[in-house]
């Protein structure tokens, strides 16, 4: 079964500056990797997904995300942060034909002016 | 498009109480629907999941059940609510490429 680790609980980054959220996933095959960002009281929002093909990921307001299968990992980023990006962003890993996604602890984004 | 609702978004239910949380899908047929669980601080635990009308996969056991009486609606619910049955649900459903999609959530306070 897949599993997904996310190593950072939680990250304070300041206004303007880069974001990279790490992910590192377990399957035997390539997965399916998705991005998800949740704002305090809201339900999960898709940033973006990765499927096959080109390993660099474009989504959703301005984050990018990168494949690396040698290192099993699927690493979000932005390279400059605005204070309503503060969230939680949950890695997830999926296989495929299975129903289901294997969703990582999450990791908290806080943005300082 | 496809849209997600669920109902209602805010609940507070003594112990004892029954549950029922509803979640329709609209703009796709036959979708796979599930409910997940948000505790606070934790993580997202995945509760049920359905296929079709009338089939319902648990994944842990606990006080909850789930139906789906229809193909674009699926319910949570419980007979005895608990304290530990507090938290955040939200209702997905699948589209293509197993990308899931979520619900507003629903904050349930069990006091």
């Known amino acids: 079964a897949q599993s997904v680790t996310q190593p950072d609980i939680h990250i304070t980054v300041s206004e303007g500056a880069s974001l990279e959220l790490r992910c590192n996933y377990s399957?035997?095959?390539?997965?399916?990797l998705f991005w998800y960002v949740q704002s305090p009281g809201q339900g999960l929002q898709l940033l973006l997904k990765?499927?096959?093909?080109?390993?660099l990921v474009q989504g959703i307001k301005g984050f990018e995300a990168e494949f690396k299968r040698s290192q099993s990992s699927f690493n979000l980023r932005k390279p400059s942060v605005h204070w309503s990006d503060a969230a939680e962003y949950f890695c997830a890993v999926g296989a495929p034909g299975d129903y289901k996604l294997s969703f990582g602890a999450g990791t908290t984004v806080t943005v300082r002016a | 498009s496809q849209t997600i609702h669920q109902w209602p978004a805010t609940l507070v239910q003594p112990v004892g109480s029954p549950l029922s949380l509803e979640c329709t899908v609209e703009?796709?047929?036959?979708?796979?629907l599930y409910w997940y669980r948000q505790a606070a601080g934790r993580g997202l635990q995945l509760l049920f999941y359905?296929?079709?009308?009338?089939?319902i996969s648990s994944e842990v056991p606990q006080n909850l059940s789930a139906s789906r009486p229809q193909d674009r609606q699926f319910i949570l619910s419980s007979k005895k609510l608990l304290l530990s049955d507090s938290g955040f649900y939200l209702c997905?459903?699948?589209?293509?490429?197993?990308?899931?999609?979520f619900g507003e959530g629903s904050w349930l306070t069990v006091v």
């Open positions: 399957y035997g095959a390539t997965p399916y």
């Open positions: 990765y499927f096959s093909g080109d390993t």
């Open positions: 997905a459903w699948r589209a293509s490429g197993n990308t899931i999609y």
């Open positions: 703009g796709t047929s036959n979708p796979n």
């Open positions: 359905s296929v079709g009308i009338g089939q």
